[in-house]
């Protein structure tokens, strides 16, 4: 079963892209930066607000699939200066309690100049 995921409490595919995507029982995040899902406007703030931000838009692409934090089993994260990456992590680590397998490396730019994206992969 394959299915596109679509939400308001992430920010809309501005592209030929999906939200999320289910494939099965894995589900497939895109990169998600700091897009406010109500306004469509980019939070152009601090790493802690981005991140934040970033991570209640996910924690809505995952609950519209029926699934949480816990059932994350990859990430993928771009930092925009691995100078942020410290407190990036301390965010990072109190929603991924589950600790998934993940990828952390500095992109030379980022859409909108975002200072971080993070994508997930989650499976029931």
């Known amino acids: 079963m394959n299915k596109i995921i679509s939400t308001d409490k ?24 700091a897009i406010n899902p109500e306004t469509n406007e980019f939070l152009n703030g601090t790493i802690e607000e981005q ?3 970033i991570l209640n ?20 994260c771009f930092l925009a200066d691995m100078k942020d990456f410290a407190v990036f992590n301390n965010l990072y680590e109190k ?9 952390c490396v500095a992109a030379k730019e980022l859409p909108k100049n975002a200072l971080v994206e993070i994508e997930v992969i989650a499976v029931k």
């Open 10 to 33: 992430a920010p809309k595919a501005i592209g030929p892209y999906s939200q999320a995507y289910l494939c099965g029982n894995t589900l497939y995040c895109s990169g998600q930066i």
């Open 51 to 53: 991140t934040n931000l």
């Open 57 to 76: 838009n996910i924690e809505g692409l995952l609950e519209a699939a029926g699934y949480g934090f816990e059932d994350v089993v990859k990430t993928t």
């Open 95 to 103: 929603a991924f309690i589950s600790k998934p397998a993940r990828s």
